[in-house]
């Protein structure tokens, strides 16, 4: 069986300009890392498109072989459905262009592009786009998620901001998805997922931004967690939205802007990002350094695209990491005495708990625009379980879903599917909302046959 479809992959080599990987080739294993280290899994062949047109043989090949396919952008997703077992990965690493039409503010973006491709190209004109906080995410599995970062309180979400996207469906077909063409299906990808086809390429707009502007970290004891957390919802519910400030509580990581004494120890972080003036958001952030006695801070003026690589060494990729996600309309005492406690029986050093505040462009988008339904949360948290050894899995995992089961009664309805771990299938329909049933009609259209199902699967049943 493996001798005959090696010849018939071996076949498959000339129909593809990009390099096609065995287990035999010696990148095959480099090419089959992922972020998370607790996905192992071994494709029969990996195909490294060159460009958007070698995607359909791809599919053709796996459909007539009754091969699983799988998508791989950056390879970030927890859930690890960028690789698949025994069957056929599309893998985008060798498609990274991004082209910047400055004069129009559009840029094009290849399905392989992390962030920071995306940042160094746009920053060059003074633009950019919302997207994640983590430069080697993938710009593909970030948008047909949602994606939302520094930029979303006021540029809305990496979806609000697509303006196109070039796609090959199941059947091989190459569609343009936008407004104006397969406005359904555009409807679809803008959150829908990789459910519905390859995304080959995608358009977005952009916004003047920076290229410098005011971020930082101040860190503030563990406790001082209430007060400062306290005031942190107050100045939410009324500030500016040129700034954004989450929240971070994790044992401190040796900075060296902290005192020796308080590394290892419980932290409460907060990032702060201010996209207008410098001198403005220095005013503001007098307001931030006065919740507590803060233990230090690192804030000034910078380059956007520096600041959007400033947690990339805290989120490498190799460790082990299991995730789990709320949204919240409103962070209640209730919410926030369950963050503390949790907070408080860390099981690794780098298990963390972090808020990210998205109230503003977002929320002014109807729920039913586009798949993304979560027009009401105005805060998304994310129970980042991080270990480094196997040994600690049982109590890191049990940590974050004993976390994530005593904060869900704070939480509004609803998950975002990009920070779904595998196991939480059930959640799917709930993540899309008054959307699921379009989304379900979409897909026995486009994908009747469920062939791209590793994802936060949509499934075409009646
Ligand atoms: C360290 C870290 C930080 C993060 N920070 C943020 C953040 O700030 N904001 C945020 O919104 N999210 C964030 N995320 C979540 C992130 O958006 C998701 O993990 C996303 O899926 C990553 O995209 P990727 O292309 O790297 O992932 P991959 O694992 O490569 O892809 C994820 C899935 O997307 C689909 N897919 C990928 N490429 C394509 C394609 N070309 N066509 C069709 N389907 C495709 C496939 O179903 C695939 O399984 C973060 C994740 C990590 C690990």
Not at 31 to 41: E, F, L, P, S, Y
Not at 275 to 295: N, S, Y
Request: proline fraction near 5%; include cysteine.
């Amino acid at each position: 069986m493996a001798t005959q479809l090696n010849e018939k992959i071996a076949g498959m080599k000339g129909t593809i300009k990009g390099r096609v990987l065995t287990r035999d080739d010696p990148t095959y294993d480099e090419a089959r890392q992922i972020w998370n280290a607790m996905i192992d899994r071994r494709p029969a062949v990996i195909v490294q498109p060159a460009d958007g047109a070698d995607v359909a043989p791809a599919i053709k090949f796996a459909r007539d072989n009754l091969l699983e396919i799988s998508v791989r952008g950056a390879g970030h997703n927890i859930a690890g459905n960028a690789l698949c077992n025994d069957g056929l990965t599309i893998d985008f690493s060798n498609m990274k262009q991004v082209r910047v039409d400055a004069g129009n503010k559009r840029a094009y973006v290849d399905a392989g592009a992390t962030l920071a491709d995306l940042d160094a190209a746009t920053q060059r004109h003074g633009l950019a786009t919302p997207v994640g906080i983590n430069s080697t995410t993938g710009i593909a599995g970030l948008t047909l998620g949602g994606g939302f970062g520094w930029l979303t309180r006021k540029h809305g979400m990496t979806i609000d901001n697509l303006v196109s996207a070039e796609v090959v469906t199941a059947d091989g077909k190459k569609l343009r998805a936008s407004e104006q063409d397969n406005a359904e299906l555009f409807w679809a990808l803008r959150g829908g997922g990789g459910n519905f086809g390859v995304v080959t390429q995608f358009e977005f707009a952009l916004h003047p931004v920076g290229p410098e502007i005011l971020a930082g970290l101040i860190v503030f004891p563990f406790a001082q967690a209430k007060q400062v957390l306290t005031r942190y919802r107050q100045l939410t519910s009324t500030s500016p939205e040129d700034l954004n400030v989450w929240v971070v509580l994790r044992q401190a990581p040796p900075l060296p802007f902290l005192p020796q004494n308080v590394h290892g120890k419980e932290v409460v972080v907060l990032p702060i990002f201010y996209a207008g003036k410098v001198a403005d958001g220095q005013k503001l952030v007098e307001q931030i350094r006065a919740f507590g006695d803060p233990h230090g801070e690192h804030i000034g003026a910078q380059p956007y695209a520096e600041w959007q690589k400033a947690f990339d060494p805290l989120l490498t990729p190799g460790a082990r990491n299991y995730w789990k996600s709320h949204n919240f309309t409103e962070l209640s005492d209730d919410a926030l005495n369950s963050i503390i406690e949790y907070a408080g029986k860390l099981p690794s050093p780098q298990c963390e708990i972090f808020i990210g505040h998205i109230a503003g462009a977002a929320n002014r988008v109807s729920p039913n625009a586009m798949a993304y339904a979560h027009r009401d949360a105005k805060f998304v948290l994310n129970v980042h379980g991080r270990w480094e050894s196997p040994a600690q899995d049982t109590s890191c995992i049990e940590w974050a879903r004993a976390f994530f089961k005593a904060s869900a009664p704070h939480a509004s309805a609803g998950a975002y599917v990009n920070f779904m771990t595998a196991e939480e299938d059930d959640r799917v329909a709930a993540a899309y909302g008054s959307n699921y049933d379009r989304l379900v009609q979409l897909k026995k259209r486009y994908d009747p046959e469920n062939i791209f199902h590793l994802n936060q699967n949509i499934r075409a049943i009646s």
